[in-house]
């Protein structure tokens, strides 16, 4: 392992205070649409609602505290096959400790980790097992954050994979976990299987499962997996049609208007936090909420990030839709109250050896239940140790 080789340069967040005060104007004059009366949540994001949220990023929301919160650790630029690529990499004290890729998804960032950073890489000084402790690496998947600009058209879920591969190989890990959610887990997984001699154990969670087709494989679902189904047919795909079939046409929009941005990523949150009915900061602190908003925002990422949705919908990869090749690298799957996980499509087409299934959380658990998360990935890799 090391951090001195030419190609991987020291990087540090330092937003220029122009950007920041262009923000400020931009949501002060920010032009509201009309709302129609009693609607609540029902057709999209209420107006009082955000002009409350956006009135605190303007006014009470300090992004050098949480540009400096993401400075502590050590961050690096890499360039591989052709794209930037932007990473923390946080070493454990403990010599012996397991490297580990963690990987987001979308509307996230490398931001969703900051709170199993320190459980994971030293649970020797946060009530855990020095035998538990990982190297952590934390990439800006391609697209997203201060990995840009994209290489170009092409960069999916198979080409990110090889991407993250090369940069665990460049850092000199010859054996590496791998943790994702949302893309982060489909990637994750794709990862695993390209990397199979040097990735020991891939662990997902918020696994999106699909049916294949196959006659009879709607028979003898369990209850919980039946509503799952149901859950995952009724799902509001607003945001997926948009991001899968016109990414750039719907970025001019986000990108010149930070309330906009705001609604686009907060209405996720929304969604996909447990409990249903509650606030998105009901679940998740509204500041770490506001960075990963204020990091689309900053770096201009509101296409770029959205592009992989056309690269593995509407640019010919197919196989996102197609079961029937299982992988073979061990699995873990955490599936928290809110995930749509269906178990025997996910034995189908992973090598399961460890499932959890949670009574509460939702989509983004290194956020909202950081400690379930961290026991669970320290549970399963200890399993292959």
Same mark, same amino acid.
């Given at each position: ?119 994971? %890489?030293? =649970?020797?000084?946060?009530? /855990?097992?020095? +035998? !538990?402790?990982?190297?952590? #690496?934390?990439?800006? $998947?391609? *697209?997203?954050?201060? %990995?840009? =600009?994209?290489?170009?058209? /092409?960069?999916? +879920? !198979?080409?990110?994979?090889? #991407?993250?591969?090369? $940069?665990? *190989? ?9 943790? /994702? ?205």
């Amino acid at each position: 392992m090391t951090n001195s080789q030419p190609d991987l340069r020291p990087f540090r967040i330092d937003i220029p205070q122009s950007q920041l005060d262009d923000l400020k104007t931009r949501l002060a004059n920010t032009r509201w649409p009309d709302e129609l009366p009693g609607v609540g949540w029902s057709r999209g994001v209420p107006a009082g609602y955000l002009r409350d949220l956006a009135d605190h990023w303007r006014t009470g929301y300090d992004w050098r505290a949480q540009e400096a919160a993401l400075n502590r650790y050590p961050q690096y630029l890499t360039t591989i096959d052709g794209q930037n690529l932007h990473f923390l990499h946080v070493s454990s004290p403990e010599p012996d400790a397991t490297p580990l890729i963690l990987l987001h998804g979308w509307p996230g960032g490398v931001v969703d980790f900051l709170d199993v950073i320190g459980p994971l %890489s030293d =649970p020797r000084n946060h009530g /855990g097992d020095p +035998a !538990d402790a990982f190297h952590l #690496v934390i990439p800006s $998947l391609p *697209g997203f954050g201060f %990995s840009t =600009p994209l290489a170009g058209p /092409g960069m999916n +879920a !198979d080409r990110m994979a090889g #991407v993250l591969a090369a $940069l665990m *190989g460049r850092l000199g890990y010859e054996r590496y976990g791998v943790q /994702g959610y949302d893309w982060g887990a489909w990637i994750g997984s794709k990862l695993g299987e390209q990397d199979q001699e040097r990735a020991i154990g891939v662990h997902l969670t918020a696994l999106v499962t699909l049916p294949s087709g196959a006659d009879g494989e709607m028979d003898g679902l369990s209850a919980a997996d039946q509503r799952r189904w149901q859950r995952m047919q009724n799902v509001n795909d607003a945001y997926l049609g948009c991001n899968s079939k016109r990414p750039q046409t719907v970025g001019y929009a986000l990108t010149d208007s930070p309330a906009g941005q705001l609604a686009w990523i907060v209405e996720i949150f929304k969604e996909h936090t447990h409990p249903d009915e509650g606030l998105p900061e009901d679940s998740i602190d509204r500041d770490r909420i506001l960075t990963d908003v204020s990091i689309y925002w900053l770096t201009g990422t509101a296409a770029s990030a959205a592009q992989i949705y056309y690269e593995e919908f509407s640019a010919g990869s197919a196989d996102l839709w197609t079961a029937g090749r299982r992988g073979t690298v061990p699995t873990g799957v955490l599936v928290s109250a809110h995930d749509v996980t269906i178990r025997p499509w996910a034995e189908r087409d992973h090598h399961i050896v460890h499932w959890t299934e949670l009574g509460t959380g939702g989509h983004f658990l290194a956020m909202e239940a950081p400690e379930v998360l961290t026991d669970d990935v320290r549970t399963f890799f200890r399993k292959l140790r």
